[in-house]
């Protein structure tokens, strides 16, 4: 793959009590990643970013919502959210204290 490209599939973490809850029981953490990416490109980013062995990759599509605006209707936009299953002993640090 493309090193320039990989750099760019992976948007920002996606904070939630759900994506903590996985993180705590299940060792995955959780992406907001490229519309366009697939599951060898989110792997491949992960490792070559964060420097960590990947064990599985999950992902869904999460709609945009529909919200009533003071001109009409507006809709959010579509994004990807990726599941990124760790292996055993592996962490990502996001504060990056060391």
Not at 71 to 87: E, F, V
Request: glycine share 6%; with cysteine; net charge positive.
């Amino acid at each position: 793959m493309n090193q320039e490209r990989l750099m760019n599939v992976i948007l920002e973490p996606h904070v939630s009590e759900k994506s903590t809850i996985c993180a705590d029981k299940m060792n995955q953490v959780v992406f907001k990643v490229a519309t366009d990416a697939n599951k060898a490109e989110i792997k491949q980013a992960v490792e070559l970013l964060f420097e960590v062995n990947v064990e599985s990759v999950q992902v869904t599509n999460v709609k945009g919502k529909t919200k009533r605006t003071q001109t009409g209707m507006g809709r959010r936009k579509n994004w990807k959210k990726a599941y990124i299953r760790l292996k055993e002993g592996q962490d990502i640090n996001f504060i990056g204290a060391e």
